[in-house]
């Protein structure tokens, strides 16, 4: 086997493994905005949009913790009144 | 590589590409997909008035006959490979060797930054436009007729009906020409036809001033960048309303580091020039267009993968070079 067929497969499965776990983002709305919640944690939206995929699932008393975080984060922001 | 080593690279390729985006597969309508979903399902054919029309019409003339989401799915896995094919093809005729165009294809196929692109069926826009961009800059990369020229515009029209950002396309074929000139000729030509195009209004009912905009867009290039290298801290929406002066600063200065380097080198490394130039001429107007919801995100980036598939490939093949064997 050559090193440039064992770099390319190194490629390939470093690639395919890395990207496999990310495509367990975007297999709903609530882990698209989990995952976007732990990378901007101060950010008001992905909180809002992560809150309303749990009242989506019926999961209001999480949905209702979230979206008083998406709200205070943005008044805080000054970004409501 | 022997003919032997291309077939196994193939079938692990193949096998990749189900691991790795064969998850999504299954996944519904997620992010602004339901609306545009709930649009589409009105009944009405989409006009050619309304931009991105190729997106628009694909998902009316789906919704009709194949209305799960898995087959929307499934439609933008097979564009997405297609156009891997094709920027294999580009980097073939542009100067790589079998290695290097393979390689290239490869990487722009597989590498996880495209998995917004391939799993967000809105993304498929983006898709389409390279898919028009990328067809257009292999016609004319080798030689140049009058009837290249004529499928090389239509090709572009194509990729601009996908999405206007498909307009960078006439920059990239002078690149991949090595046109220094025209490119940037064009790009200027380009850039400023946007300062007057794009919506000032937007600058001034939304407070933003153009040079934190674009400060801010170079961070999100550079940010989205070294993501698609060290693939970590992927996400979308990501929060750039905190970044400090010092990182704006920091993102505009890499950026014409970046364009400085890639001229310094277009006589030793050319193929490395334009991977870099490809990326930075695909980032450019974004740091000009206003769009106040929405920064410089992963799926925006898919024809920039092009150029970072190109310098990704090129800097492996000079670097296993004296390990052949």
Known sequence: MTFRLLITLLIVVWYSVVGHVRSGDWLSELNLWTRAASVSPNKPRPHLNRAKALYGLGRFDEGDAEARTAAQLAIGQGQWK | ?325
């Not at chain 2, 693939?231 to 970046?258: A, E, P, W």
């Open chain 2, 1 to 325: 590589m022997t003919t032997k080593q291309y077939v196994i690279l193939a079938c692990v390729v193949a096998l990749a590409v189900v691991w790795e985006f064969g998850n999504v597969l299954h996944a519904g309508f997620i992010f602004q997909d339901n609306r545009w979903q709930t649009a589409n399902e009105a009944g009405k054919f989409p006009i050619l008035t309304y931009s991105r029309f190729l997106m628009h019409w694909s998902w009316w003339l789906q919704a009709r006959i194949t209305p799960q989401p898995v087959w929307f799915h499934v439609v933008n896995l097979l564009l997405h490979v297609v156009v891997s094919v094709l920027v294999a093809v580009l980097a073939s005729n542009i100067g790589f060797t079998t290695f290097g165009s393979v390689l290239t294809g490869v990487i722009f196929l597989l590498n996880p930054m495209q998995m917004e692109t391939v799993a967000y069926i809105a993304g498929r826009t983006e898709i389409f436009a390279a898919l028009g961009v990328v067809t257009a800059a292999i016609l004319l990369s080798k030689r140049v007729s009058a009837g290249r020229i004529a499928l090389a515009i239509l090709a572009l029209v194509f990729g601009f009906l996908g999405k206007e950002s498909a307009i960078v396309g006439v920059v990239i074929i002078a690149l991949v020409r090595r046109e220094w000139l025209i490119a940037a000729v064009s790009m200027l030509v380009i850039g400023t036809l946007l300062v007057w195009v794009a919506p000032s209004m937007v600058e001034r009912e939304q407070h933003i001033n153009t040079l934190m905009w674009a400060s801010t867009q170079s961070v999100a290039y550079v940010r989205i960048l070294v993501t698609s290298v060290i693939q970590v801290g992927s996400s979308v929406d990501f929060d750039y309303d905190q970044i400090t002066l010092s990182t704006r600063t920091l993102g505009v200065l890499t950026v014409l580091f970046m364009a400085w380097s890639a001229l310094m080198v277009r006589n030793t490394m050319p193929l490395i020039t334009v991977g870099i130039l490809i990326t930075l001429v695909v980032a450019i107007p974004r740091t000009v267009m206003i769009t106040p919801m929405s920064n410089f995100n992963e799926h925006q980036f898919y024809l920039a993968m092009v150029g970072v598939s190109m310098v990704a490939s090129d800097a492996i093949v000079r670097f296993t070079k004296g390990q052949v064997g």
